[in-house]
């Protein structure tokens, strides 16, 4: 049974820097392109960037272009990003899913780890 454990939140002053990380366990890591999400109050659960099988290639969501980065570590089975320049308004529980390939746009596993909270204010 898959399990996605995320850890790395907490508050933080606009432009911070935070560091999520992803621990993926019951599968394959390397099986898959990872994900990473995020669901703000009142809104929908939304995927914001992914990495490929092999690392090579990653997706950014707009909203975060430029600032955010994702990485793998497959001998870890675990997934990071990186966050530079943080908004008030990337604030949200952040999650981790496999996708099928890295264009997916649905995740992998229908459970989802209990996330991590990134809270950006002053």
């Known amino acids: 049974q898959v399990q996605l454990v995320e850890s790395g939140g907490g508050l933080v002053q606009p432009g911070g820097s935070l560091r999520l990380s992803c621990v993926v366990s019951?599968?394959?890591?390397?099986?898959?392109?990872m994900s990473w999400w995020r669901q703000a109050p009142g809104k929908e659960r939304e995927l914001i960037t992914s990495?490929?099988?092999?690392?090579?290639?990653?997706t950014v969501a707009t909203a975060v272009k430029g600032r955010f980065s994702i990485f793998r570590d497959d001998a870890k089975s675990m997934v990071f990003l990186q966050m530079n320049s943080l908004k008030p308004e990337d604030t949200a529980v952040y999650f981790c899913?496999?996708?099928?390939?890295?264009?997916?746009?649905?995740?992998?596993?229908?459970?989802w780890g209990q996330g991590t909270q990134v809270t950006v204010s002053s």
């Open positions: 019951g599968v394959t890591a390397s099986d898959y392109a």
């Open positions: 990495i490929a099988r092999s690392g090579g290639t990653t």
């Open positions: 899913n496999a996708l099928r390939n890295v264009w997916a746009q649905a995740p992998a596993f229908p459970s």
